[in-house]
């Protein structure tokens, strides 16, 4: 992501009604932004809309804005808000009534309990992971991508907007937890599920299991 | 020191493992374990890859055709009527 160099400047700038200073905004966080509207919206009409509202939002509010936070954190706090009303308002989205009751359900297990069935090792793998023996090549591939992309897609709102923030774009911990209002025990059980069924998805493409 | 971690318990520790949000004792099982297990020290590398492909998604681009909407829309704005 392009860093915004200098924010009181950029601020400055939009509140005077700069548009070379908005398109600069845009540019850096407008992908990773409709990216995170994805997570709480599955339709891709309606998160283009909600980046909308987000942005007119932004716009309006920019007045106001003090730079307790960083301008990101600000910026992505309103998407993530404006995204999750949108999806409380879809009938067809998916619902649900707080990120932290997604976390909740942590305990089960991320690894198919059948795998670990080893008789003389209690808790051990009955066989174990196969290697991913493909060149670097294969794993950069586009179908490869299309795979963790599909893996991603299938994750429930709040576990996808955390592996979207902390490794898609590569956010630290704690301002994924500012933007969606999580703790940071959440936070990682969300990321770490999230990994898990990605993982998994690769593994059955990249080491299939013997027919 | 309390009793060895099971591959089983191992494989949900790893984001914490990562995060360095484990204790030093059960970070020091966490390690003792993978010395012994090539299954998990498998299982731990390709969730290190996964997060490394993860990584390739990420696009910054907006399609021009959404850029463009949305400095229209800043455009109205600017104009007061947005």
Partial sequence: MTAVQDESTLVAALRAGDEAAFAALLDAYGG??????????????????????????????IERFEGRSSLRTWLFTILA????TRAQ????????????D?????????????????????????????PW???EERLLARETRARIEAAIAELPPAQRAVISLRDVEGWPAEEVCNVLGVSESNQRVLLHRARAK???????YLAPEPQ | MSADLTCKELVELVTDYLEGALSGEDAARFEHHLSLCPGCT???????????????????????????ALLAQFRRWKSGSA
């Fill in chain 1, 32 to 61: 990773p932004m409709r990216r995170l509207a994805l997570s709480f919206v599955r339709n891709a009409a309606v998160a283009d809309e909600v980046v909308q509202e987000a942005w007119l939002g932004v716009l309006r509010g």
């Fill in chain 1, 81 to 84: 808000n404006t995204a999750r």
């Fill in chain 1, 89 to 100: 308002r879809e009938a067809r989205s998916v619902p649900f009534s707080s990120l932290d």
């Fill in chain 1, 102 to 130: 997604e976390a909740a359900g942590g305990d089960s297990p991320t690894v198919d309990p059948s795998r670990f069935l080893n008789p003389r090792f209690p808790g051990g793998w009955t066989t174990f992971p196969e």
């Fill in chain 1, 133 to 135: 023996d493909v060149p």
């Fill in chain 1, 198 to 204: 990605v993982r998994a998805a690769l593994e059955r």
């Fill in chain 2, 42 to 68: 498998t299982y731990v590398e390709q969730f290190r890859e996964t997060i490394r492909l993860t990584g390739t998604l990420r696009e910054d681009d907006l399609e021009p055709a959404a850029r463009d």
